[in-house]
């Protein structure tokens, strides 16, 4: 087995054995890297002196025989819309190619903290807007399992630099998918933090209210592990929660005997290709023989969870959004006649088709005499998810679900159809609208194509969610098929 | 002709004295190089979070409470959409529906009398940055923008339609400035920009109960400018009403030297601003305990100050004089620590302070002669040191040089003559030199002696003792 291939586990026991270093695990995602990157196109910004610099110093304090944490000398690859200090943050457009923030988001302290290495920032849909990565105003990313198809999105860069091995451990951003949707389609495994779990500052804004960081990884562990570094209250981040952080990798139990699982029907419907049904049945099966209670639940609201999102994200990201204007960073317009020409041509210029139709949305649900009518009855709307999850909580565990509707889609196959690309996320968005914690592991494949399991949990308790997947996860090897590269 | 009624509500933008910035730690400190008093955080950089300035939510309340007004358990922020360089998030943190303080009320001096002011609602929200032209906004080939300002805290006080006339509207904004520096959370430095008018002003026929339609005149930053540009937008509003014209909502701006207000843009161009809660910030719940804290923790205000200064003696006209400024009133107070004797005091700030302050237009805060030094002046008036005229000489000269009296008093040679021999000396020669008077005194004509005075005083330079030469004067003549 290839250094690229293994787990954040698996490489710090080498290395704390001195059985290789931090530069050989470098460079060999780096060769991988080189490789592979023409194919897949995973990467905006690689950042290869500073990743080499930094194995050094973990290879430097082994040598000097000091412990070092979990993701010392472990390679990373971050979302390209967290802010890395001295490292331009494009957020895959045109309006941003050049900026250089001068501050890290909080998560890349917490990782430089542990000595994590950063290989580079990775693709995705402009400014996190879609569902395949075809919104990238720089190229697409391809799927590492098939190449004509996509990679889900908007974190597709991360997604498959795990699956690729070009990277260990990758950083995505969750709106209402964007982890675990991409995490489906490549067979890895990503966690959506509840909100508030993990500080926000830093992550540039798609819609506030719904926007996550959370880990991509191969295994559960390696999420667990992910998940103790980055999550924790900041000071700097008002939403950011006032509440212990627990060991997550004390949650990886292999037992789920007792523990009872709801299946919401609603997820299962007839939007749900029948052999992703057919997988996630087998799925729900293996669970059964493992021990756990699975019943049938309904959350009734389900259907109003697409309409309020697209209500909610958009009328966020238009005011979000609003700061790209050629002022003070970023693409100008050469030559604009007047101030509102220069702010009309240069975001007609920068943004993309996807970003000005959400712009163009927010700011019609937004207006004067339109509000109550969209904006305020989406939040009343939002409150009657939250409080069908909060009753299915109240009997059950995890809620469990497909993670997509189908398996990877070829490239072009929806991106002219928004209304068919937005339904992609169908299974995930009303985790975002309620601010829960959910994740999507391998649980099957379709052919060739790996098919993944959503787990939702309670508010703070993605410790549960943990323990199932680990359950799942050492009771079946759907994590351990590699891609045909 | 018909008479009109005005019906004028005011909106003021104070600035509050917070060290640093309503979402971070930047300085609020005035002036400053361009751009430096700032960071990610009110650059609105990409990513970038605001976290609300505690201290902030602890003025809004002081001014709530100084204002009368009832203080939300709970509260939010908003964000107020529209593009403009200096704003660079291109929407203003404020607040829209759930304001920190409402239905509030002040009470101001007016020519019938005590009035009541209803105050709508006061609440918080983020300053912007300023733009500089080369030249004028029209023709300038750039723009400069200077962020410093940006993200200043700032607090919106809205009255009610309340007022009648530009005078009572004037009395509003300086009383609310006066209260507003009493409870101790701005300097209202109108010249730096740290309180900032909007007047709103409609007309209509006596005895109609329905309100015109109001025009509202922009950032006015001195009281004359508020009086005059209501005066001035009255008159117009009945013109245009008595040529039979129509009064259409508009935004104007005064200008101060044509003395004219002009129409800046009109309701159907006007802004659709998009409000709606700030995701990145939460809710604010604001415990009673904590507004209690802060009613205990206010200073005394204007009122409390009148009562207490009548107690002391003062007439109930010097007591608001001396009010309605607390720059006024802190130095009288200063000087009162050492120098208790309330009304020689009040005569001295009323008269020869504010005489001279007023001959070099200047605040009593920019004042040379400190509290003390004007308390050690009076002492030595008791003392006998110098006169109460010499006195007047003295204090012109504290007032142009900042010395301390004693010095100015030793410089001058000002030092009171009390030395009877001396005294007496000089009366024998007046005496001997206008017998005409004193004949005079001697025969019932009591005013003869004030010449003699006089002559005594003038002979010393004024630096005898007055009560002495009467003395000494009348002894000899009877």
Redesign the interface.
Known sequence: MQLYQMTAHELHRLLVKKEVSAVEIAKSVYDRTDDLERKINAYITLTKEKAMRQAEAVDAKIAAGEAIAPLSGIPVAVKD???TKDVR?T?ASKI?HN?V???N?TVMEKLEANQAVLLGKTNMDEFAMGSSTENSAYFVTKNPWNIERVTGGSSGGSAAVIAAGEAVCSLGSDTGGSIRQPAALCGVVGMKPTYGAVS??????F???LDQIGPFTRDVADCAIMLNAICGYD?????SAKVGVPDYTSFLINDVKGLKIGVPKEYMAEGIEPEVRKAIEAAIEKFIELGAEVEETVLPHTDYALPTYYIIAP??A??NL??Y?G???GHRTEEPEN??DM?MRTRSEGFGEEVKRRIMLG?YA???GY?DAY?LKALKVRTLIMQDLERAFAKYDVLLSPTTPSVAFKMGEKIDSPIQMYLSDICTLSANLAGIPAMSLPAGFVGNLPVGMQLMGKPFDEGMLLRFAYTFEQNTDFHKRLPLL | MTRYEAVIGIEIHVELKTNTKIFCHSTTEFGGDPNTHVC?VC??????????NKQVVEYAIKAGLALNCEIAEYSKFD?K?Y?Y?DL????QISQYDLPICKNGYLEVETGQGKKRIGITRIHMEEDAGKLVHQGTITTSPY?L?DYNRTGVPLIEIVSEPDMRSAEEARAYAEKLRSVIQYAGVSDCRMEEGSLRCDVNVSVHPVGTGEFGTRTEIKNMNSFRSIQKAAEYEIERQIEVLENGGRIIQETRTWDENKGITVSMRTKEEAQ?Y???PD????PLVIEREWVEAVRNSLPEMPEQRVARYIESGLSEYEANVLTASKEVSDYFDQCLKTYNNPKMVSNWIMGDLSRLLNSVNMEICDCRVKPAQLADMLKMIDSGTISGKIAKTVFEEMFNTGKDPETVVKEKGLVQISDESAIAAVVDEIIAANPKSVEDFRNGKDKAIGFLVGQIMKATKGKANPQLVNKLLKDKLS
């Open positions: 819309n967290i802010c943050t957020c941003l900026f923030p001068p501050y988001a926000r500052y830093g992550l540039v804004a819609a506030s209210s000071p700097k981040d008002s939403t009328a966020e238009s005011s609003a700061r204007d002022v003070r960073y101030i509102v702010f700011t937004l207006s004067a509000y904006y | 990610p650059l609105g950089l990409p990513g970038v979070l605001p976290v609300l964000r959409n593009y360089p660079p998030k291109n929407y723009s923008v659709d998009r409000y709606f995701p990145d910030l939460v």
